[in-house]
């Protein structure tokens, strides 16, 4: 009877059908046409809660792995009770005592969780047991008569009774849209009543879980926030979640690397990892077993592992002749192994793990992932042709490299589309695939709202049809940065993905912000839509200005001052004032952007300081619209940019000469041709070339394709810029560059900024282009960049550069002085040398340069001390090449002078 319970449950559940006959809920003056059950009627308690006899009320279950049966399904039953108390008692006044089944009084009773009561309904179908793939989660609603059920599956790890009751007060009018009690709108009756009904309800995904960081009361809110919303807290470490490097408990202690150094993988130089396995090796396979299967031996139902953070590999012959050879998912071309997918070489080495445990454990599972290096799906060689089918095998899928802004529907946007190809293959390959995303839409700069609705009511639907098991996903504990509507309608659909998303929305808006509704949702929806046709694409703050237009920031304006003025209570002008203080934060970030752009280093400071004050308010409105438990790359990171920029432009470290022009001359090199044909050349027509812009990327000015894939490759920037006269060194300074650059100044090479990752921020290029620059002329300076990346959401050169004045240049400042060079006073090839100044020679300053002319002089040393130590500089010397020392000098009465020996040099070779 039970199995054909579980099945008839199963498969009602599966195919998303959910019964309604019929539920009244009433309020204000107690009139029930028709009412078969009343609740509490007149402010005083009706009915009572009945729940099993024997429940432990003491139990604290904690971790569901370890939670025996008994314990997780008290915990569960008097947790749904006391809950269904509280509220009705919230809402009308009257609290409904709560009693046990052993002697239930006569009248109305509400059945919470299973009981003798409950198992005398025939043809209740409590669904309850659990099986491998976790498919049995679900709950009851039954009214009828003097009786109304509410019990669920309260095997570890569901909460079936807690969502029956939560769904019970839902259809009262209850509503959680954030956590705690500032979240809560539970409305006022006097009266309430159920008519008959049959609700049977089970999710659509049988992983529902985020994690955030949290503090204090904020981890116990949002774990009860989750199940409000029916989400699983938990649920994802029922067979393990694979976290990075938890493959190293499990692998020899480092001190093999000596004995067996064919057990860990082999790096590119001949040394190998302690940290990371040689994936076909069949020892280290065994040992990894062995590990595995004393933990079996103690009970554990499942594992998980992972290779550490990044993109680790093994180089050795076996692993590379496994490997289909494949790019990662974003890989560099430039370098394209170290970020070559090992998916098929990791596959192996768990799968094979997998067996041999399964042998003696045949219901043991492992659980790894599928992330950088490793989420391409894999190619399987023989060995791996049954991967799955034993269905003790589970994938996390994180895809950290695609767009976060667009649905997998978005014809539009190739990344999205790869990503769902990927998924769609996992899941054919196994059946327990669950998502790890990243809910907070930027990545790394978290500053401004992004509500992501669009995404998720596309997405949801189209990963329950393509098998997906579920989500653990990674988010902030800064709600401010998505919204509370994006918030709950993923919650929603991660339960039902046939939900009605336009009508929940409605009920949220005329819940949360009452006469303010209309123009709250018009501010939230025309946001939204901004993001869901954006031609942008990637995952981080530098496509942002292009989606906040100044169109899109007055209409949000408006709708945000009529908000403010149909607000009537205290709580919808709070509401309101939530979204102004976003609304101000967009404001803010976009005059920061023109700010930095404009190379106003000051005003960008200010607005910076504005966004955080802003935060703060948030943060005292709620904990959870703004709380950053640790320093990323966002407003402050940023702060510290300009902070630094600034000083570059004003004092200590430069000043300001010249801000080159936003505009530049610019011409894409598919073949190298520019290298040939000296594009360098100040005298070189570029009459024919395009013009772009230097504060945004390529793919923002229509260098993409339909699908929105950028260009990718060389390309050539011309520009020109007048410098006034100055004995100071002349720095060229470009904070920002994807991938690689090389520069020009009048013609001659100035240098190369190396290929720079573009996850690694800042991308700024620096340097000394004193000897190139013509003071007081216009001057032609040519950037060649190499840009290969097509998943940032920037390329080439996206931020305005400058020149500044740093420090004195030894040579331009003794020509200005009266004609005088600096004396070269030495050139050698060293790697320390000892500078003793001559007793009162008053204040000197000792250079390096790699050039006879001075050009990119160095300072070395720099003294007013009268005294005969050395001043010994180590590291700047570089052994083996041929290095000119410079010498200024000012004597007593501070002139500078050229005295013929002022300084006693020992290089040490």
Request: net charge neutral; aromatic share 10%; charged share 25%.
């Amino acid at each position: 009877m039970r199995n054909r319970s579980r099945l008839y449950f199963k498969t009602r559940y599966r195919l998303s059908l959910v019964l309604v006959i019929v539920l009244l809920t009433s309020a204000g003056s107690g009139a029930f046409a028709g009412a078969e059950l009343t609740l509490v009627k007149d402010g005083l308690p009706a009915a009572h809660i009945v729940v099993a006899a024997g429940l432990d009320r003491e139990a604290k279950p904690g971790d569901p792995k370890q939670a025996t049966d008994a314990a997780w399904a008290s915990r569960n039953v008097w947790d749904a009770a006391t809950e269904l108390q509280h509220y009705v008692e919230k809402m009308s006044g009257a609290r409904l005592p709560i009693v046990t089944d052993e002697r239930p009084p006569r009248g109305a009773l509400v059945l919470v969780g299973r009981s003798r009561l409950t198992d005398e309904i025939p043809g209740l179908d409590i669904p309850t047991g659990r099986t491998k793939n976790l498919q049995d989660e679900g709950f009851v609603i039954w009214c009828k008569g003097e009786r109304l059920v509410l019990a669920g599956n309260d095997t570890p790890p569901y909460r079936g009774t807690r969502y029956a009751v939560c769904k019970m007060l839902n259809r009262l009018g209850v509503r959680w849209f954030m956590p705690g009690e500032f979240g809560e709108v539970v409305p006022t009756k006097n009266s309430i009543g159920v008519k008959e009904v049959v609700v049977r309800e089970g999710p659509s995904f049988a992983i529902r879980d985020y994690w955030a960081h949290g503090r204090g009361n904020m981890n116990a809110e949002r774990k009860e926030w989750k199940i409000h919303n029916k989400m699983n807290p938990g649920i994802a470490g029922w067979y393990g979640v694979p976290g990075d490097g938890s493959i190293v408990p499990l692998l020899p202690p480092k001190e093999e690397v000596e004995v067996h150094p064919e057990w860990f993988a082999l790096l590119r130089d001949g040394t190998r990892n302690p940290g990371m396995p040689c994936m076909t090796n069949p020892e280290v396979i065994q040992y990894v077993t062995e590990r595995i299967k004393e933990e079996a031996r103690q009970g554990a139902r499942g594992w998980a592992f992972s290779a550490a953070d990044g993109t680790p590999r093994c180089y050795c012959e076996n692993c590379r002749k496994m490997s289909p050879g494949f790019d990662g998912f974003g890989a560099n071309p430039r370098d394209p192994m170290p970020q070559a997918s090992i998916t098929t070489e990791w596959i192996y080495f768990a799968n094979s793990i997998l067996k041999e445990v399964n042998k003696e454990f045949p219901d043991f599972v492992i659980a790894t992932n599928g992330y950088a290096n490793r989420d391409i799906p894999p190619e399987l060689p023989p060995e791996l042709g049954d991967l799955g089918k034993s269905g003790n095998l589970v994938i996390m899928f994180a895809n950290i490299w695609a767009c976060t802004i667009h649905s997998y529907a978005d014809e539009h946007c190739w990344q999205m589309q790869h990503h769902g190809e990927m998924v769609r293959r996992w899941c054919k390959l196994c059946d327990k695939v669950w998502r790890y995303g990243y809910l907070y839409t930027m990545l790394i700069t978290k500053d401004t709202l992004t509500p992501m609705v669009h995404k998720d009511r596309v997405d949801m639907p189209l990963l329950k049809k393509w098998g997906l098991w579920g989500f653990f996903d990674s988010d902030v504990a800064a709600w401010c940065m998505t919204g509370i509507p994006t918030h709950i309608v993923r919650a929603r659909l991660e339960w039902d993905t046939e939900t009605d998303v336009d009508a929940f929305l409605d009920d949220f808006y005329g819940k949360w912000y009452g006469r303010a509704a209309k123009p709250a949702k018009a501010f939230f929806e025309a946001l939204d839509n901004a993001f869901a046709t954006s031609k942008e694409h990637g995952h981080e703050d530098v496509f942002l200005p292009q989606i906040y237009t100044e169109r899109l920031i007055r209409k949000l304006g408006r709708s945000i001052r009529k908000a403010e003025r149909l607000a009537e209570t205290e709580t919808e002008k709070l509401h309101v004032r939530m979204d102004r203080l976003m609304y101000d934060c967009i404001c803010h970030f976009m005059a920061f952007e023109k700010a930095k752009q404009d190379c106003d280093y000051a005003a960008a400071i200010e607005r910076a300081d504005r966004m955080l004050e802003i935060r703060k308010e948030l943060s005292q409105i709620n904990e959870f619209l703004y709380y950053q438990p640790y320093p990323v790359c966002d407003m402050v990171w940023k702060r510290r940019g300009m902070l630094s920029e600034l000083r570059k432009m004003s004092g200590p470290v430069g000043d300001l000469l010249a801000v080159l022009p936003e505009e530049a001359r610019f011409r894409t090199d598919p073949h190298d041709d520019g290298i040939f044909e000296r594009w360098m050349e100040p005298a070189f027509d570029d009459s024919d070339w395009r013009t772009m812009r230097t504060t945004a990327g390529w793919q923002s000015q229509g260098l993409r394709d339909k699908q929105g894939r950028p260009y990718r490759g060389l390309a050539w920037y011309r520009t020109s810029v007048e410098v006034p006269a100055t004995h100071r060194r002349v720095v060229l300074y470009a904070p920002a560059i994807v991938n690689e650059a090389w520069v020009w100044v009048n013609g001659s090479y100035a240098g190369h900024r190396p290929y720079r990752v573009e996850w690694f921020r800042p991308h700024q290029f620096e340097m000394d282009v004193s000897g190139m620059i013509k003071p007081g002329q216009k001057n032609q300076i040519t950037f060649r960049v190499l840009c290969n990346t097509r998943l940032f959401g920037v390329n080439g050169i996206y931020n305005r550069m400058f020149l500044y004045a740093g420090e004195d240049n030894p040579i331009a400042r003794m020509a200005e002085m009266g004609g005088a060079e600096a004396p070269v006073i030495e050139k050698a090839t060293a790697k320390e040398v000892d500078i003793r100044p001559v007793p009162d020679a008053g204040e000197y300053q000792v250079w390096m340069s790699p050039h006879e002319d001075g050009r990119g002089a160095k300072l070395l040393a720099r003294s007013s001390a009268r005294s005969t130590e050395p001043v010994r500089s180590i590291p700047e010397l570089p052994a083996g090449e041929v290095t000119y020392l410079f010498a200024s000098y000012n004597d007593a009465e501070g002139k500078i002078s050229k005295p013929s020996k002022p300084f006693a040099v020992d290089l040490r070779p």
